[in-house]
């Protein structure tokens, strides 16, 4: 692995094996392990640590103190705020290995985790999803969801641009870019109902 086209600061730690898109600024103390794919344009905090055979998407951004551990995807535009956890054994036990049963979690396009906030596995974070400050998730969350709290429960729905969704007849309504939404099926979708 050469560095050509991204910035590695001195202290961090590449394991052999990992790939690393352009653009991608890897920050102090970080350990990023084998088989690891992350994507052009990213930005991985201070104290990150990145497990065998994460893959991370395209503008990924990772703040300070994170582990993603091994069966955690993220696709593009993700953003994990400080401190937040990811779990990938339901029942563990010091004496019982389950490394060979790891559960996945996938965090799909645009969602936010924020700070503190616990994913317990195995889960789905919708896309453009957002998880309130210290919230513990332990169901699926869908697309534009809002949810806060212990269990976290939604609370509302939010835009692309991350802003609230207030209800306008049969739509949603972004106040800050005035996106519209309409509600199919439980999930949140783009555009006008028709």
């Given at each position: 692995?050469?560095?050509?086209?991204?910035?590695?600061?001195?202290?961090?730690?590449l394991?052999?094996?990992?790939?690393?898109?352009?653009?991608?600024?890897?920050?102090?103390f970080?350990?990023?392990?084998?088989?690891?794919?992350?994507?052009?344009?990213?930005?991985?905090?201070?104290?990150?640590?990145?497990?065998?055979?994460?893959?991370?998407?395209?503008?990924?951004?990772?703040?300070?103190?994170?582990?993603?551990?091994?069966?955690?995807?993220?696709?593009?535009?993700?953003?994990?705020?400080?401190?937040?956890?990811?779990?990938?054994?339901?029942?563990?036990?010091?004496?019982?290995?389950?490394?060979?049963?790891?559960?996945?979690?996938?965090?799909?396009?645009?969602?936010?985790?924020?700070?503190n906030?616990?994913?317990?596995?195995?889960?789905?974070?919708g896309?453009?999803?957002?998880?309130?400050?210290?919230?513990?998730?332990?169901?699926?969350?869908?697309?534009?969801?809002?949810?806060?709290?212990?269990?976290?429960?939604?609370?509302?729905?939010?835009?692309?641009?991350?802003?609230?969704?207030?209800?306008?007849?049969?739509?949603?309504?972004?106040?800050?870019?005035?996106?519209?939404?309409?509600?199919?099926?439980?999930?949140?979708?783009?555009?006008?109902?028709?």
């Open positions: 692995m050469t560095q050509t086209d991204y910035f590695i600061h001195p202290s961090a730690v394991d052999d094996g990992c790939e690393i898109g352009s653009g991608t600024k890897i920050w102090h970080t350990h990023i392990m084998e088989e690891c794919r992350i994507g052009q344009g990213c930005n991985i905090g201070q104290n990150v640590f990145i497990a065998r055979g994460v893959v991370l998407g395209r503008n990924v951004k990772i703040q300070n103190n994170v582990s993603v551990y091994e069966g955690v995807k993220c696709e593009d535009d993700v953003f994990l705020g400080p401190s937040m956890v990811f779990t990938n054994v339901l029942t563990p036990r010091s004496h019982i290995s389950r490394k060979n049963v790891y559960d996945s979690t996938v965090v799909k396009k645009g969602a936010t985790i924020g700070a906030a616990t994913i317990v596995c195995p889960r789905t974070i896309e453009y999803a957002m998880i309130g400050a210290g919230a513990v998730v332990t169901h699926d969350v869908p697309p534009h969801c809002l949810v806060v709290g212990n269990p976290a429960r939604k609370a509302g729905y939010v835009c692309t641009c991350g802003a609230g969704l207030t209800e306008s007849g049969d739509s949603l309504v972004c106040s800050v870019c005035d996106s519209v939404f309409f509600i199919e099926g439980g999930e949140v979708k783009p555009g006008k109902r028709s």
